[in-house]
């Protein structure tokens, strides 16, 4: 596995797999590798010829920098898994390469609505750091294709939106969401749960796994949605949202009437010891 820091390098050298008319996969990530993330570089090697991971903890995302601070950092054990996954090439860039301008954002994406509800309405600024980070990321790699997980839906939906913004031919591939035997989403995140914190965190997956019900059912899924979060709220979490939404032209929306055929999914965040964890569910339809 080829190992750059410096932006020039790493295009040169993705010039050469260009000119040998090779495809390339890319998968950002901010490191803490887990089984999810993996699983995105052996959905982008089924699809590509070289394929690319970086490794980058975006300042600009964070509206909190406690949160930034804290986050989990475990680069050799890492690059070991990015090895054993036959990586082809890993991008581990400094803040000062990522951002030789700063940190003052210049530049904004208009993503509209959907930059005001769940993580936009909890986190303001967070897409707009993930917008910037994303778009410099893609300028430098030049990718075929952009691999993502279904578990940071809003944010796939947002990068489909700056794909548009930009003009990109970059095609988005959104995976499934990597989930562990209890049914816990995989997430950097949970490496800082206690054991049992993570026990109690399945909870969040099971409360989806009944609104999930109730909806084929053709019931009150609705009902069911802020059962959740009062059930979430007596077993010691902290929710922001238990939202059942439909997905139009691009865009999130709650539900005001019969969804009819639109996808419709159910999206949770929830604080437990200090940690904020968020999952979703597809209910009907496809991203």
């Known amino acids: 596995m080829y190992l750059f820091k410096r932006s020039n390098d790493l295009k040169k050298h993705l010039d050469l797999v260009r000119k040998s008319n090779k495809s390339i996969g890319f998968v950002p990530t901010m490191g803490a590798l887990h089984s999810g993330h993996l699983s995105l ?8 010829d070289v394929v690319i991971c970086s490794i980058f903890i975006n300042p600009t995302q964070f509206n909190d920098p ?3 601070e804290k986050y989990p950092i475990t680069i050799e054990e890492d690059i070991k898994k990015l090895n054993d996954a036959s990586t082809d090439i890993l991008f581990l860039p400094s803040v000062e390469e990522m951002y030789p301008e700063g940190l003052s954002a210049n530049e904004t994406y208009d ?14 600024g967070h ?5 910037r980070i994303v778009h410099k990321l893609l300028d430098i790699v030049q990718p075929h294709k952009l691999f993502m997980g279904q578990k940071d839906l809003q944010q796939c939906l ?7 913004i930009t003009n990109s031919p970059v095609e988005l591939v959104v995976c499934p969401t990597m989930r562990e035997s209890s049914g816990l989403a995989m997430s950097s995140r949970n490496e800082r749960l206690s054991p049992a914190a993570r026990k109690k965190a399945v909870a969040i997956y099971q409360e989806l796994e009944k609104i999930q019900q109730e909806f084929s059912k053709g019931l009150y899924f609705l009902e069911a949605a802020r059962e959740a979060a009062d059930n979430l709220k007596k077993q010691g979490f902290e929710p922001e949202y238990v939202d059942v939404l439909i997905l139009d032209n691009g865009d999130l929306r709650h539900i005001s009437e019969p969804p009819g055929n639109n996808t419709v999914v159910v999206a949770v965040a929830a604080w437990l010891d200090g ?5 979703n569910m597809i209910l009907q339809g496809a991203l």
């Open 158 to 164: 947002i990068i489909r939106k700056l794909l548009i």
């Open 41 to 48: 570089i052996q959905a982008a090697k089924k699809e590509n």
């Open 111 to 124: 993503f509209g609505e959907l930059e005001t509800i769940l993580e936009g309405k909890f986190r303001p």
């Open 127 to 131: 897409f707009q750091g993930v917008g």
């Open 275 to 279: 940690i904020r964890l968020i999952d």
């Open 66 to 68: 406690k949160d930034f």
